[in-house]
């Protein structure tokens, strides 16, 4: 892993996932809030990456 790789793990997704589990601690109606934060943030990400162009569709077609 690179420097940036680490820096992107140790500021964004570490205490995202500490959040997530904190959030489910605190739900006492068997994690259903943590499981809609956690979708609505894989929908925004998949968002974010359609608007920016960040799936190539042409690497998917293969001839």
């Known amino acids: 892993?690179?420097?940036?790789?680490?820096?992107?793990?140790?500021i964004f997704v570490l205490p995202l996932i500490a959040f997530m589990i904190w959030l489910m601690r605190q739900d006492?109606?068997?994690?259903?809030?943590g499981l809609i934060v956690l979708l609505l943030l894989v929908a925004g990400v998949i968002v974010y990456m359609y608007l920016h162009k960040q799936f190539d569709t042409s690497a998917v077609i293969t001839e």
């Not at 892993?1 to 140790?10: E, N, P, R, V």
């Not at 006492?28 to 809030?33: D, E, Y």
């Open 28 to 33: 006492k109606r068997s994690g259903k809030l």
């Open 1 to 10: 892993m690179t420097a940036s790789a680490l820096i992107f793990w140790a």
